[in-house]
């Protein structure tokens, strides 16, 4: 089976490396790819949102399915488009169509979709350049920290929480008046703030059937104890200790249920992966955020534990038999630490040379940000390499991606050390 997967992250090297262990024989092709990638796929130098080329590349290389990595080319309706296409409507897509890829395209789509189908999440209200003054008077109603967030993507870069009321209405004004986020940010949705701990929750739907897949907890601040600067995920670990069997059921019945029941009541047309991002507020779930693909690097934990058949399971949302299969899991728990490149997530370097990827390891390497040069594995990007691994416990599973962090260098390696801080 020809499969095209889009993307160029640790999330479509783990997604490719996962259906190449298929019962079903596989050709791969990913585009653009990566230099891990490369090992067991055709990698196309092609943009994840040029569309016709996209098109070329499925024709010619005789594609069966697609595979969505990143939300970009969902939010810009690359389902729909093959869809359209008499010569690629028969191509099963992996992602919703691009009615339903609002619910990450836009926050205030999303918090109308959680508030309409009663699903638990912080009060929130969206604003313009039209009504910021409103948008002020609504900050002075809240009680400190203000989180701000643009209503369209922003490459994970869109979302402020600022414990001043001067800064956040500077900051709302920046926003609206200032394009801080460019076109993102004509809208922005402002939120009361959730104190919790967060974790996400991945489901694959068929639009009508869906299975829960692991839960997983990331790490997005760049320092340690989760200080500093957004980035686009520091490291996941998987399953979330404190998500116990109580808990999950609130989010089956709360959350996941009333998802799946609103897309189709809404008429939203979703074949793939809901991302929900959720924080725990004492005992109970709520909805920070929905993602339309699998997270990064959360995949990099959620499916090396997934024991069934990828293809199969692909196969299944294509033909709307999600129910006939059943889910196998690991049940060890699966880490993964981000290394990444020196002065991420602001200005870094790219182009050098990554040591030690040829040594022994208990860990699997899931490439992020690399690339091939003169035959030799370079950094290409912020996050440069994933190193995932198992243990009987996170800690155990840790030190394990640890001890082979400590063999793999290049030019200002950074990694944090202190993944799992909160769980203890």
Partial sequence: MNILILGAGGREHTIAWKLKQSQTPTQLFVAPGNAGTAAWATNLALSVTDFPAIKQAAIAHEIQMLVVGPEDPLVHGIHDFFLADPALKDIPVIGPQKAAAALEGSKDFAKQFLTRHQIPTAAYQAFTAENVEAGYAFLDSLKAPYVLKAD?????????????????????????????????????????????????????????NYKVLPTAKDYKRIGAGDTGLNTGGMGAISPVPFADATFMEKIHSRVIEPTIKGLA????????????????????????????????????????????????????????????????????????????????????????????????????????????????????????????????????????????????????????????????
Wanted: net charge negative; proline share 3%; glycine share 10%.
């Fill in 152 to 208: 369209g993507l922003a490459a994970g870069k869109g979302v402020l929480i600022l414990e001043d009321l001067d800064q956040a209405k500077t900051e709302l004004k920046n926003m609206l008046l200032g394009a801080k986020f460019g076109a993102a940010s004509s809208r922005v949705v402002i939120e009361e703030f959730l104190d919790g701990i967060e974790l996400s929750c991945f489901v694959l739907t068929d639009g009508k």
């Fill in 265 to 424: 009541k809404d008429g939203l047309p979703y074949k793939g992966f809901i991302f929900i991002g959720l924080i725990k507020v004492g005992e109970e779930p709520y909805v920070i955020e929905y993602n339309v693909r699998l997270g990064d690097p959360e995949t990099e934990v959620v499916l090396p534990r997934l024991q069934t058949d990828l293809v199969a399971l692909f196969k299944a949302v294509a033909e709307e038999r999600l129910d006939r299969v059943s889910l196998e899991i690991d049940p060890r728990t699966a880490t993964t630490v981000m290394s990444v490149a020196g002065g991420y997530p602001e200005a870094y370097e790219k182009g050098h040379e990554i040591q030690g990827l040829d040594h022994d390891t208990d860990s699997l390497l899931f490439h992020a940000g690399t690339t091939l040069k003169e035959g030799k594995v370079c950094t290409n990007g912020g996050r440069v390499l994933a190193v995932t691994s198992f243990g009987a416990d996170y800690k155990a599973a840790l030190a394990t991606s640890y001890k082979t962090l400590e063999g793999i260098s290049f030019k200002d390696i950074y990694y944090r050390k202190d993944l799992g801080f909160d769980l203890n």
